[in-house]
């Protein structure tokens, strides 16, 4: 609080406006520094209903059993958190792990691997078991999952083969995530060849795979054998991919396309899609909405620029409820209101499940009760492109004019007459 003398019984009442049921701007300013000032006004008070609790762990302020134990794992392991907060982080080269282009079995020994539970003589030592801790290949070192890897003479001589871009100074002779963060980097260098820079998933497996034979079978393959098998099972791999991508392309085209395509209402409802554009340096709104009947004709649409929009979340909430205020004016009933922003549809569809935006629900019901049927629907930007197009325009100068017309605009007649197929 920017005032030192603190008033122990001020309420939350004391700091709205009870004209208007906002936040008492001078209030605010007199009690709080600015930036606590800009987060209490990103959260409208509900003077017209009871208090009610919200849940803070969850965005829509409803508790749900997982955020319930995320809470109970977090308060239980609070030092243990805090601790592994200030280490330095390996998670990024375990995402890129599962990101790298190779079968899932590699991608999981890449990932054992950066957690350190491959079980190599050092793991098995650690965890109590007595071992011969020397590597069965060289003989001379302790046999880590660096070593086996990256520093042993055998791994030494397979890398020198594969054409492998080595680092300046070598691999690093103890940290296995230095190693593994050259090799992720090194993958996506485009200067090296395709075939190259992506076979290393399968270059480390066949070490791996090495080891494992000369400790179960007594017989291990040369270094040559193994850059050989690990190009040619990356070979397959890739080709394979390719097959299997063009397959899917043909099966699933029409079926994804199909899906994402814009529904017609049933009969004697409208369909209203809007869509809106934010511009965050500008503070611009761009917005729209289209009415369309069960045939898929175009019977209104309108397009509006709203200034002084200071949030993604303020940009979503006057779209909305400027579109159902126009349908109302139009004297507009049995409408399904269709978008992209989940969030406020589903609010206005379960409000009970968002307590957190009890707000946007009370603005929004007054702009609702002036219709007797109305359905919500969240579409993809692909079915709601015709909105977004013309929402889109408003941010043009030569177009920033607001209007409302019968029928659809000429210059996305060609868009409107694929949706109604």
């Given at each position: 609080?920017?005032?030192?003398?603190?008033?122990?019984?001020?309420?939350?009442?004391?700091?709205?406006?009870?004209?208007?049921?906002?936040?008492?701007?001078?209030?605010?300013?007199?009690?709080?520094?600015?930036?606590?000032?800009?987060?209490?006004?990103?959260?409208?008070?509900?003077?017209?209903?009871?208090?009610?609790?919200?849940?803070?762990?969850?965005?829509?302020?409803?508790?749900?059993?997982?955020?319930?134990?995320?809470?109970?794992?977090?308060?239980?392991?609070?030092?243990?958190?805090?601790?592994?907060?200030?280490?330095?982080?390996?998670?990024?080269?375990?995402?890129?792990?599962?990101?790298?282009?190779?079968?899932?079995?590699?991608?999981?020994?890449?990932?054992?691997?950066?957690?350190?539970?491959?079980?190599?003589?050092?793991?098995?030592?650690?965890?109590?078991?007595?071992?011969?801790?020397?590597?069965?290949?060289?003989?001379?070192?302790?046999?880590?999952?660096?070593?086996?890897?990256?520093?042993?003479?055998?791994?030494?001589?397979?890398?020198?083969?594969?054409?492998?871009?080595?680092?300046?100074?070598?691999?690093?002779?103890?940290?296995?995530?230095?190693?593994?963060?050259?090799?992720?980097?090194?993958?996506?260098?485009?200067?090296?060849?395709?075939?190259?820079?992506?076979?290393?998933?399968?270059?480390?497996?066949?070490?791996?795979?090495?080891?494992?034979?000369?400790?179960?079978?007594?017989?291990?393959?040369?270094?040559?054998?193994?850059v050989h098998k690990a190009y040619d099972e990356a070979a397959v791999w890739f080709e394979a991919q390719k097959l299997d991508r063009e397959g899917e392309k043909c099966d699933n085209e029409p079926v994804s396309s199909a899906l994402r395509r814009w529904s017609k209402p049933p009969r004697h409802w409208v369909k209203c899609n809007y869509g809106y554009v934010w511009n965050k340096p500008a503070k611009m709104l761009g917005a729209a909405w289209i009415v369309r009947d069960h045939h898929g004709d175009t019977i209104l649409h309108s397009r509006r620029s709203f200034a002084d929009v200071n949030s993604k979340q303020e940009a979503q909430l006057v779209a909305l409820r400027w579109s159902l205020d126009s349908l109302a004016a139009h004297r507009l009933d049995r409408i399904i209101i269709a978008g992209e922003d989940a969030t406020l549809l589903k609010v206005i569809g379960r409000p009970k499940a968002w307590p957190s935006f009890t707000s946007e629900f009370i603005t929004l019901r007054s702009c609702l009760n002036h219709f007797t049927s109305w359905k919500s629907k969240v579409e993809s930007r692909f079915a709601n492109r015709c909105a977004f197009s013309i929402a889109k325009s408003a941010h043009q100068l030569q177009w920033g004019q607001s209007y409302v017309a019968r029928g659809c605009p000429q210059w996305l007649s060609s868009l409107f007459l694929d949706d109604k197929g």
């Open positions: 609080m920017k005032n030192p003398l603190i008033d122990l019984e001020m309420k939350v009442s004391d700091l709205l406006d009870h004209e208007t049921g906002d936040w008492n701007r001078e209030a605010l300013d007199e009690n709080f520094f600015p930036g606590d000032v800009e987060i209490i006004l990103k959260k409208k008070p509900v003077p017209s209903v009871e208090d009610f609790w919200c849940w803070k762990h969850n965005r829509s302020g409803e508790y749900t059993v997982r955020s319930g134990n995320w809470l109970a794992l977090h308060s239980m392991l609070k030092e243990e958190f805090q601790e592994a907060q200030m280490q330095p982080s390996i998670n990024c080269l375990k995402d890129s792990a599962w990101h790298t282009l190779t079968s899932p079995k590699i991608k999981m020994f890449l990932w054992r691997t950066l957690s350190q539970i491959i079980p190599v003589a050092n793991t098995l030592k650690a965890r109590g078991m007595k071992v011969d801790q020397l590597c069965q290949h060289c003989g001379l070192q302790d046999e880590t999952l660096n070593h086996l890897l990256f520093t042993c003479d055998v791994a030494r001589q397979v890398w020198a083969l594969s054409n492998f871009p080595s680092p300046m100074n070598g691999f690093h002779p103890e940290s296995i995530f230095v190693n593994f963060h050259y090799l992720f980097q090194m993958s996506t260098n485009i200067r090296v060849p395709k075939d190259i820079r992506c076979c290393f998933p399968w270059i480390l497996w066949f070490l791996w795979k090495n080891r494992n034979k000369l400790l179960f079978e007594g017989s291990e393959f040369k270094a040559e054998d193994i």
